[in-house]
């Protein structure tokens, strides 16, 4: 197949393969493309065209080219915008960055246009080079993420009959959308929440990435919309991302 015009795009690399002695399968998000899968031939031994940009975690320039490998563009070459050292001031900045950039992969087919969510994990990664708040960055960027997904669930009022948060507690079941009422609740063993913890939540999911700094939430808020949160990607997803488990050694969410 003969190879069609040349596209440059600015991209964030958020999973990468080794293939062979020198050659890497790279995974890119991009504004206008969405995810997108490239060949990058030679890329651990290329300084000139590619150096450190292929990266993860890295926002570049990419140029390619489609046609030659199947469903996987042909890479050529990538110019760095800024390293992937950028949202590693720790280890758990860096967890929580790969934990990121696997839910994009994991809620979102490729070749899909999605700017909104490019917009939002290089917020995430701007966020996390401060090194701090990171269960709360954690919280809003889950949030956003399923809000543009459209699986956010119902967490300003009850799912079944539409009432305000009671004063006296609420319950969460993401099988049946969400918040629920005492009344609505019916089956015991549910996870109990706070309307104030709700009403939070609920404002989370209108602020943006890059304000998160400015925000502070109670001990209570971060325990229990993680909880929520859990409960919810639980249900969701097919497999746990593989970096979950490193963030939950670090305990980043007093």
């Not at 860096?94 to 979102?108: D, G, N, R, T």
């Not at 602020?207 to 001990?219: D, F, I, Q, Y």
């Amino acid at each position: 197949m003969a190879l069609q015009s040349s596209v440059i795009s600015e991209a964030l690399v958020v999973r990468y393969v080794n293939y062979g002695e020198s050659d890497r399968i790279i995974t890119i998000l991009t504004p206008d493309y969405g995810l997108c899968s490239g060949f990058a031939h030679g890329a651990r031994n290329s300084r000139r065209r590619f150096g450190p940009a292929l990266q993860l975690f890295s926002r570049i320039n990419i140029l390619w080219q489609e046609g030659r490998y199947g469903s996987l563009r042909l890479l050529r070459e990538a110019e760095l915008l800024e390293p992937a050292e950028r949202v590693m001031p720790n280890l758990e900045a860096w967890a929580l960055a790969a934990y990121a950039s696997e839910l994009v992969v994991a809620l979102f087919p490729e070749e899909q246009a999605i700017p909104e969510v490019y917009a939002l994990l290089r917020s995430c990664f701007d966020a996390l080079a401060e090194g701090r708040g990171l269960g709360q960055i954690r919280l809003l960027y889950e949030l956003r993420l399923l809000g543009a997904a459209g699986l956010l669930p119902h967490l300003s009022h009850c799912a079944r009959c539409w009432c305000a948060p009671a004063e006296a507690g609420m319950f969460f079941d993401p099988q049946r959308g969400g918040a629920l009422c005492p009344d609505c609740s019916g089956a015991k063993g549910l996870l109990s929440v706070s309307h104030l913890s709700l009403g939070s939540l609920a404002r989370l999911t209108r602020l943006e990435m890059a304000k998160v700094n400015g925000v502070r939430l109670s001990p209570l808020t971060l325990q229990q919309g993680r909880a929520v949160l859990d409960a919810v990607l639980n249900a969701t997803l097919q497999r746990t991302p593989r970096s979950e488990p490193f963030i939950d050694l670090f305990h980043p969410f007093s």
